[in-house]
C-alpha cells in the first residue's frame, strides 16, 4: 500500500460553451489546469490555431549561428554534429544530420560524434575533438553549454563551435561563435522549456528561412524526430514545446520514417499517442545506449532509407530493450533491499554504490527510486578508483544546484534541475556523500511528504469510449500537463494474474506485469499494473488512483494502476458482488433461468470451439444471446477462457476466438477459481431474478 498523500483537486465550475465543446470532464481539466478563455482552450487543443514562433526569437545568437554555418557552405569547410547518447540527443543528432545535409554532403563534409554511455561522460571530450581534427567548425546538440574546459581547447586549436542545449548554464557566457539554449529566455518565453531535439530543430528551421531555395525535403519531415525526443526528454509541455509535440505525433502517425515504422511494429503502437512514445520507442532507443553504449547505429535507425538494414537495427533495438527490462528489475530490487538498512528519516537524500551494478542502468533505476520515495537518488557504479552514475529528483528538489556546490570534488558534472550525470574519483565520495546531505538540510529544512494530486472522482461505469475521447483531446500529456489521475473508490480486484511477458525469440522475461478486472458497484474493467506481483495486489475492498489507457492492439480500453489504499468505507468484497447484481438487475433478466453456471460454462467452451475452428468472429450481442447471459457475465467468461490459454482479441464491435494448440489442450475437468466465479455469478444471478419474480407474483 501507499505511503503517499492524495490531494484531490478542487472541483472546478466550467463555463457551459466549454463543456459543450469537450464534454463535462475535459472541461474540468481545463479549468483545474488555469485554461479559462476561448482563444486559449482552442490554441491548446488544435496546433492549427497556434502561432509558433520565430526561430529567430532566440535573438542574435541565432543570427550568428546561420552566418557562420553559411560561411561553412560557402567555404567547403568541414562541419561535425556532437550529439549525446540519451533519446533526446540521439534524436537531435538525427535532426541535425538530416537537416543540415540538407546544405552540407553527409559523410563528405558532414559527420557525427556521440560519446559511448558506458566509456565517456555526457558533453565535449578532448579524447572525442582529436578525432575531429579535420572539422573547421563543431554544432553541438542537448549538450555542451558546460563544457568550458573543452571549449577552451577548441579555440587554441582554431575550431569554432556553435551550441545548441537546453541544460543548465555557466555563470558566464562561454567563448564560442554562438549559443543557443532557451535558458538565456525568460521563464515564460514559449521557447524556454525546449528539449535538445526542439531547439536544434529551430537551428534547421532558421536556415531553411535564410536559404529557402536549397533544401529539397520539407522543413516537416523532421518533426516526428521531435515529438519523439521532446516525450522523452520529459520538458514542460507548454507553449512551443507542446505544439511542436502536437505536429509532431501527427506525422508520427503517418510513419513515413522506415525505423520509426518499425520500431512503432515491434511494440505493437500506433504512433498516434505520445504514450506511444514514452511507452514504446523512447524505452528502445535509450536502451542501446543503456546496454551496449555505442549510439551510433540509433542515428542510422532513425535516418536509413534502407528497408532491411532499419528492421535489423530496429530488432537489436527490441533486444537491447529487454536486457535493460531484466537489468532494471534487478537492480531496483537490490537498490531497495539496501535501503531496508537506511534511516529514511535522516537521509533526505539516497546515495548508493556498488561494482555490480550496470551504469548504463542507473538513470532509469535512480528515477524509480526518487519517486518511491519522494527525495533525490544518486546510484554510482564503482570501476577501479572511479565511481560513475546518475541522480534524478522528485519535483520540488533542484537535484542541479545541490551538487553543482560540489564540482571541485568531481570528475565530471551536467544535467538539469530533476536529471544529472556525473563521475568523481573513489576516494571523494564519503566527502561528497556527506556536503550534499548537508546542504540539501541548509537549503530545504525538511523532507517534502509525496503528494499525488487526483483530478477526478469517478465510478467504473464512466471509465469507457465517451471519457477516453474527451481526454484525448487534452494530449499530449507531460510536464505541465500530466495526464489525469482518476479516483475510483470502493472496488476491488478479481481475476488477478501475472502476465505472460516474452521477448520476440519466445523466451521469458524477468519483470513484472499484473492483470486483473477491477469491479465496483457500477461495473468492471481491465487493468494492468507495472512491477506488481499478483500477491502484493489487496483481496480487501481499495480506493484507486488510475489512469485510463487504450490498449491499441486488443482495440480496448483498460486501467494503468498510479496507487492504492484501504477503502475508507467498511464493505467487504462479498458486498460488492451483491450491489453490482442490484445495481444490474435488468441486465440479468436476459439470462435463461433453465440454465445452470455450468452449461453457461460448457456451452462457452463448445461455442469457442467452433470460432477457433472455423475463424469467425461474433457479435457481442449474439454471443450473449446464444449463451442466454448479460455482458458483465460474458467478460468473466471470456475472462475464465485465458485462463485456459484461449487468445481472446476484442474490440467494440466483435470478438475472435482462438483454442490453445492442440499439444497443450488444457483439462476442463481441473476447474479454477475463475470458472469458479462465473459460474457462482450464474446461479447467484438466476437465484435473484426467481427471488424477485417470485416477490411480484
Same mark, same amino acid.
Given at each position: 500500500?501507499?505511503?503517499?498523500?492524495?490531494?484531490?483537486?478542487?472541483?472546478?465550475?466550467?463555463?457551459p460553451?466549454?463543456?459543450?465543446?469537450v &464534454?463535462?470532464?475535459a472541461?474540468?481539466?481545463?479549468?483545474?489546469?488555469?485554461?479559462?478563455?476561448?482563444?486559449?482552450?482552442e490554441?491548446?487543443?488544435?496546433?492549427?490555431?497556434?502561432i509558433?514562433?520565430?526561430? /529567430?526569437?532566440f535573438g542574435?545568437?541565432?543570427?550568428?549561428?546561420?552566418?557562420r554555418?553559411?560561411e561553412?557552405r560557402?567555404?567547403?569547410?568541414k562541419v561535425?554534429?556532437?550529439?549525446?547518447?540519451d533519446?533526446?540527443?540521439?534524436?537531435?543528432?538525427?535532426v541535425l544530420w538530416?537537416?543540415?545535409?540538407?546544405? /552540407?554532403?553527409?559523410?563528405e563534409?558532414?559527420v557525427?560524434?556521440?560519446?559511448?554511455?558506458?566509456t565517456?561522460?555526457?558533453?565535449?571530450?578532448?579524447?572525442?575533438i582529436e578525432t575531429?581534427?579535420?572539422?573547421?567548425l563543431?554544432i553541438?546538440?542537448?549538450t555542451?553549454?558546460?563544457?568550458?574546459?573543452?571549449?577552451?581547447?577548441?579555440?587554441s586549436?582554431?575550431?569554432?563551435i556553435?551550441i545548441t542545449?537546453?541544460?543548465?548554464?555557466?555563470?558566464?557566457?562561454?567563448p564560442?561563435?554562438?549559443i543557443i539554449?532557451?535558458?538565456?529566455?525568460v521563464?515564460d518565453? @514559449?521557447?524556454?522549456?525546449l528539449s535538445?531535439?526542439?531547439?536544434?530543430?529551430?537551428?534547421?528551421e532558421?536556415?531553411?528561412?535564410s536559404?529557402p531555395t536549397?533544401?529539397?525535403?520539407?522543413?516537416?519531415?523532421?518533426?516526428?524526430?521531435?515529438?519523439?525526443?521532446l516525450?522523452?526528454?520529459?520538458?514542460?509541455?507548454? &507553449?512551443?514545446?507542446?505544439?511542436? !509535440?502536437?505536429?509532431?505525433i501527427a506525422?508520427?502517425?503517418?510513419?513515413?520514417?522506415?525505423?520509426?515504422? /518499425?520500431?512503432?511494429d515491434a511494440?505493437?503502437?500506433?504512433?498516434d499517442?505520445?504514450?506511444?512514445i514514452?511507452?514504446?520507442i523512447?524505452?528502445?532507443?535509450?536502451?542501446?545506449?543503456?546496454?551496449?553504449?555505442d549510439?551510433y547505429?540509433?542515428?542510422?535507425m532513425?535516418?536509413?532509407?534502407?528497408?532491411?538494414r532499419?528492421?535489423?537495427l530496429?530488432?537489436?533495438?527490441e533486444?537491447?530493450?529487454?536486457?535493460?527490462k531484466?537489468l532494471?528489475k534487478?537492480?531496483?530490487t537490490?537498490?531497495?533491499?539496501?535501503?531496508?538498512t537506511?534511516?529514511l528519516?535522516?537521509?533526505?537524500?539516497?546515495?548508493?554504490?556498488?561494482e555490480?551494478?550496470h551504469?548504463?542502468?542507473?538513470?532509469?533505476v535512480?528515477?524509480?527510486i526518487?519517486?518511491?520515495y519522494?527525495?533525490?537518488?544518486?546510484?554510482?557504479n564503482?570501476d577501479?578508483?572511479m565511481?560513475?552514475?546518475?541522480a534524478?529528483?522528485?519535483?520540488?528538489?533542484?537535484?542541479?544546484?545541490?551538487i553543482?556546490?560540489?564540482?571541485?570534488i568531481l570528475?565530471?558534472f551536467?544535467?538539469?534541475?530533476f536529471?544529472?550525470?556525473l563521475?568523481?574519483p573513489?576516494?571523494n565520495?564519503?566527502?561528497?556523500?556527506?556536503?550534499l546531505?548537508?546542504?540539501?538540510?541548509q537549503?530545504? &529544512?525538511?523532507?517534502?511528504p509525496k503528494?499525488?494530486n487526483?483530478?477526478?472522482?469517478?465510478?467504473?461505469?464512466?471509465l469507457?469510449?465517451?471519457?477516453?475521447?474527451?481526454l484525448?483531446?487534452?494530449?499530449?500529456?507531460?510536464? &505541465?500537463? @500530466?495526464?489525469?489521475?482518476l479516483?475510483?473508490?470502493?472496488?476491488?480486484?478479481?481475476?488477478k494474474r501475472?502476465a505472460?511477458?516474452?521477448?520476440?525469440?519466445?523466451?521469458k522475461l524477468q519483470?513484472?506485469?499484473?492483470e486483473?478486472?477491477?469491479v465496483?458497484?457500477?461495473g468492471?474493467?481491465?487493468?494492468?499494473?507495472?512491477d506488481?506481483?499478483?500477491?502484493k495486489?489487496?483481496d480487501?475492498?481499495?480506493d484507486?488512483v488510475?489512469?485510463?489507457?487504450?490498449?491499441?492492439?486488443?482495440?480496448?480500453y483498460?486501467?494503468?494502476i498510479t496507487?492504492v489504499?484501504?477503502?475508507?468505507?467498511i464493505?467487504?468484497?462479498?458486498?460488492?458482488e451483491?450491489n453490482?447484481?442490484?445495481n444490474?438487475?435488468? !441486465?440479468?433478466?436476459?439470462?435463461?433461468?433453465?440454465?445452470?453456471g455450468?452449461?453457461?460454462w460448457?456451452?462457452?467452451v463448445?461455442i469457442?470451439?467452433?470460432?477457433?475452428?472455423?475463424?469467425? !468472429?461474433?457479435?457481442?450481442?449474439?454471443l450473449q444471446?446464444?449463451?442466454g447471459?448479460?455482458?458483465p457475465?460474458?467478460?468473466?467468461?471470456?475472462?475464465?477462457?485465458?485462463?485456459?490459454?484461449?487468445?481472446i482479441?476484442?474490440?467494440?464491435?466483435?470478438?475472435?476466438?482462438?483454442m490453445?494448440?492442440?499439444?497443450?489442450l @488444457?483439462?476442463y475437468?481441473?476447474?479454477?477459481?475463475?470458472?469458479?466465479?462465473?459460474i457462482?455469478?450464474v446461479?447467484e444471478?438466476?437465484?435473484?431474478?426467481?427471488?424477485?419474480n417470485?416477490?411480484t407474483?
Open positions: 500500500m501507499t505511503s503517499s498523500t492524495w490531494q484531490i483537486l478542487p472541483e472546478a465550475d466550467p463555463a460553451w466549454l463543456i459543450a465543446k &464534454g463535462i470532464h472541461a474540468q481539466l481545463l479549468s483545474q489546469r488555469g485554461l479559462q478563455t476561448e482563444s486559449e482552450v490554441a491548446f487543443l488544435d496546433p492549427q490555431t497556434y509558433p514562433t520565430s526561430a /529567430f526569437a542574435e545568437e541565432m543570427v550568428w549561428a546561420v552566418r554555418i553559411m561553412a560557402a567555404q567547403g569547410e561535425a554534429i556532437w550529439g549525446d547518447f533519446a533526446d540527443g540521439i534524436t537531435a543528432t538525427s538530416e537537416g543540415l545535409g540538407q546544405f /552540407f554532403s553527409q559523410h563534409y558532414l557525427y560524434y556521440i560519446p559511448n554511455r558506458l565517456e561522460s555526457h558533453g565535449l571530450s578532448i579524447a572525442g575531429l581534427k579535420d572539422c573547421q563543431i553541438t546538440c542537448d555542451g553549454s558546460t563544457s568550458l574546459k573543452e571549449i577552451d581547447y577548441l579555440r586549436q582554431a575550431v569554432d556553435i542545449d537546453h541544460h543548465t548554464l555557466p555563470d558566464h557566457r562561454p564560442v561563435t554562438a539554449n532557451p535558458r538565456n529566455l521563464t518565453h @514559449p521557447l524556454y522549456h535538445g531535439v526542439a531547439v536544434a530543430y529551430k537551428l534547421i532558421a536556415l531553411y528561412e536559404m536549397i533544401p529539397s525535403e520539407p522543413l516537416e519531415n523532421l518533426l516526428d524526430l521531435v515529438a519523439i525526443g516525450v522523452a526528454d520529459l520538458v514542460q509541455l507548454k &507553449g512551443d514545446c507542446r505544439y511542436l !509535440a502536437q505536429v509532431g506525422q508520427l502517425k503517418k510513419k513515413k520514417r522506415l525505423g520509426v515504422q /518499425f520500431l512503432l511494440c505493437k503502437k500506433s504512433g499517442r505520445p504514450t506511444d514514452s511507452f514504446g523512447a524505452p528502445r532507443i535509450n536502451s542501446i545506449s543503456r546496454i551496449w553504449g549510439v547505429k540509433c542515428v542510422e532513425l535516418t536509413s532509407q534502407d528497408p532491411d532499419c528492421q535489423e530496429v530488432n537489436l533495438a533486444e537491447a530493450n529487454n536486457q535493460r531484466a532494471q534487478k537492480i531496483h537490490q537498490v531497495k533491499d539496501r535501503i531496508t537506511i534511516d528519516s535522516t537521509s533526505p537524500i539516497l546515495i548508493l554504490e556498488d555490480a551494478w551504469a548504463g542502468i542507473l538513470g532509469v535512480s528515477g524509480q526518487a519517486q518511491e519522494n527525495r533525490p537518488v544518486i546510484l554510482l564503482i577501479g578508483d565511481a560513475r552514475g546518475s534524478r529528483s522528485p519535483q520540488g528538489v533542484d537535484l542541479y544546484s545541490l553543482k556546490g560540489q564540482e571541485h570528475s565530471s551536467g544535467g538539469h534541475p536529471a544529472a550525470g563521475s568523481l573513489l576516494k565520495l564519503e566527502l561528497f556523500k556527506e556536503s546531505i548537508q546542504r540539501f538540510w537549503q530545504y &529544512g525538511s523532507i517534502t503528494v499525488l487526483v483530478d477526478l472522482v469517478l465510478p467504473i461505469s464512466d469507457g469510449q465517451s471519457l477516453f475521447r474527451e484525448k483531446l487534452l494530449e499530449p500529456y507531460g510536464m &505541465g500537463n @500530466p495526464a489525469p489521475k479516483l475510483v473508490k470502493d472496488c476491488h480486484f478479481t481475476h501475472n505472460n511477458i516474452k521477448s520476440r525469440k519466445g523466451q519483470f513484472l506485469k499484473s486483473f478486472t477491477l465496483d458497484q457500477t468492471s474493467i481491465e487493468g494492468h499494473w507495472w506488481q506481483s499478483i500477491d495486489i489487496p480487501r475492498l481499495c484507486v488510475l489512469e485510463l489507457v487504450d490498449n491499441s492492439y486488443k482495440e480496448s483498460e486501467v494503468r496507487d489504499k484501504d477503502s475508507t468505507t464493505e467487504t468484497s462479498q458486498d460488492i451483491i453490482y447484481f442490484q444490474h438487475h435488468e !441486465a440479468a433478466e436476459v439470462i435463461n433461468p433453465n440454465l445452470r455450468e452449461e453457461v460448457q456451452n462457452l463448445g469457442a470451439k467452433y470460432l477457433s475452428r472455423t475463424n469467425q !468472429a461474433i457479435s457481442y450481442s449474439d444471446q446464444k449463451l447471459i448479460n455482458m457475465i460474458l467478460q468473466l467468461g471470456l475472462a475464465a477462457l485465458q485462463i485456459y490459454d484461449w487468445q482479441t476484442q474490440n467494440l464491435d466483435n470478438i475472435q476466438i482462438q490453445p494448440s492442440a499439444n497443450s @488444457p483439462d475437468e481441473l476447474i479454477p477459481s475463475e470458472v469458479e466465479d462465473l457462482g455469478y446461479n444471478s438466476i437465484f435473484r431474478q426467481s427471488y424477485a417470485l416477490k407474483c
